[in-house]
């Protein structure tokens, strides 16, 4: 019964999906809504894009095992990325109405960076994918108490969300985000409020977390925990600055207003509300002790579901499942849809630079479906890998390469493309070396690879200058730079 309600779930979301695509007419209606939606709906896909299958169960366990200094990543790292966004670079690139995060590269450094950064943020998202894949084939497994397969399962989520995004881009992507928010949040807080009555309430929940020192969130005062610690959090919260997903909220508001504030709003409600998975799998240890130890030993994800099926009624069972596949879903959909637009305007058009429009959008709908079919082989293959991790792992390749050509482009008129190159080689090279070297265990290759893709861009750009700077408009990316219309527009080049 409860396997058939989430199936007759997938097929709601599927029609209300096919229902948003009827307004896609060309590639700007695809890939940023045609720049038509409301704050509260910049404010809604914001925050059901970020909240995934990580935050239902990865956080939760993490959280469960270490406290809030466990979780530093996710969710703190990660809401702070949106807050920042809507802070220092929404107002920015919303004037530089550009269809995606990479044709700004392109604008500021020319092709070369253009097509570096594209393929670095493409490749981020193999892991985030591929940790709402996992999800989705956990889900169908326990839902049909093993007769469905993880990787049968993971083929299942995976035709579903395309059967909706692959027609109706960031429009169907957005509507469905606004109706499965819903079923989220409510779910979520019911949910909450009923294991809070099984364990008695939940001050005593609270005690026990406090008892086990889960909200301790800073480090010890030692030189490598801190670091480390501070390279954890800088993460998501800087390595997801550069993402087509995030870049796409920002265009598709209807006002520049709405795109800081929604972003904002987005990420402050998602740190916020984050709390209650944690809420709930704290609640765990007191209303099932014996069976947490165990699982805590075994798969520390399975706590949360384990907890619903075993111990909570068939309506509680129904408003979970409801809400974990309104998190993945939502989650997976924009960041199938993200990559694929990327490779279409970055990548593709430069090998077909004069298509038409039409044309154009049906290379964006094949590039979701390749996308899909490359993710979900990842997604079988990493099987068993936690979604923690593939989550977090995504975000350092950007931090790396790309977060530091962004900021500087933005923020320092001196910056050249020959300054965006050495950050983009050096920053990939130190992270790498860190990663298959002795000294990463003594210092954090991600920060490793941020401060020496600094030093690149302020060596490259200051030195004599061997590279021909390719800024193609000065005026429009000096700081506080008056809204331009050179160059891309939101149709295309």
Request: proline content about 4%; charged content about 10%; overall charge positive.
């Amino acid at each position: 019964m409860l396997l058939s309600l989430v199936i007759a779930y997938l097929f709601v979301t599927i029609g209300v999906g096919l229902w948003a695509a009827r307004r896609v007419k060309n590639t700007a209606d695809f890939a940023i809504a045609g720049r038509n939606l409301p704050l509260f709906m910049i404010i809604t896909t914001t925050f059901a894009t970020w909240f995934g299958s990580e935050i239902v169960l990865g956080v939760p366990a993490k959280f469960i095992e270490g406290g809030l200094r466990n979780v530093v990543e996710d969710p703190f790292g990660a809401g702070m990325c949106l807050i920042l966004v809507g802070m220092f670079f929404a107002a920015k690139l919303y004037r530089m109405n550009l269809l995606t995060i990479s044709d700004y590269y392109r604008k500021r450094y020319g092709s070369a960076v253009e097509i570096i950064c594209s393929l670095i943020i493409m490749l981020s998202y193999l892991g985030w994918v591929s940790a709402q894949v996992t999800a989705l084939g956990l889900v169908f497994n326990l839902l049909s108490g093993g007769a469905i397969s993880i990787a049968m399962g993971m083929v299942i989520g995976v035709v579903s969300i395309l059967a909706y995004t692959l027609f109706g881009g960031m429009w169907s992507v957005a509507v469905t985000d606004f109706v499965q928010m819903i079923i989220l949040v409510v779910g979520l807080l019911v949910l909450a409020f009923f294991a809070s009555d099984m364990a008695g309430g939940a001050g005593k929940v609270i005690d026990l977390a406090t008892s086990r020192d889960l909200f301790q969130f800073w480090p010890e005062p030692s030189w490598h925990d801190m670091v480390f610690f501070f390279a954890a959090a800088i993460t998501m919260m800087l390595g997801s600055i550069p993402q087509q997903d995030v870049f796409q909220r920002v265009m598709s508001a209807n006002t520049e207003k709405s795109a800081v504030r929604g972003t904002i709003i987005g990420g402050s409600a998602y740190i916020l509300f984050a709390f209650v998975p944690m809420f709930l799998v704290a609640s765990a240890l007191i209303i099932m002790p014996e069976a947490t130890a165990n699982l805590l030993k075994d798969d520390p994800q399975k706590v949360l579901p384990t907890l619903v099926m075993e111990k909570m009624p068939f309506v509680m069972q129904v408003l979970f499942f409801g809400a974990l596949l309104s998190a993945i879903k939502s989650c997976a959909s924009a960041t199938l849809l993200a990559p694929s637009v990327t490779f279409t305007e970055n990548i593709w058009r430069q090998f077909r630079p004069k298509v038409s429009d039409r044309e154009n959008l049906k290379t964006m709908r094949i590039s979701v479906l390749v996308f899909s079919a490359c993710v979900l082989a990842y997604s079988i293959r990493m099987q068993g890998t936690p979604i923690y991790e593939l989550v977090s792992g995504a975000y350092q390749v950007p931090l790396v390469g790309a977060f530091v050509p962004l900021v500087m482009g933005l923020y320092w008129k001196r910056a050249t493309t020959q300054g965006a190159l050495l950050a983009v080689f050096l920053g990939i090279g130190v992270w790498l070396a860190g990663l298959n070297m002795a000294w990463g265990a003594a210092f954090p290759a991600q920060l490793a690879g941020v401060l020496a893709a600094f030093s690149g861009m302020a060596v490259g750009s200051l030195a004599p200058q061997r590279i021909r700077n390719q800024k193609t408009d000065v005026q429009a990316f000096v700081p506080d730079a008056s809204p331009v219309a050179t160059g891309t527009t939101v149709a295309g080049r």
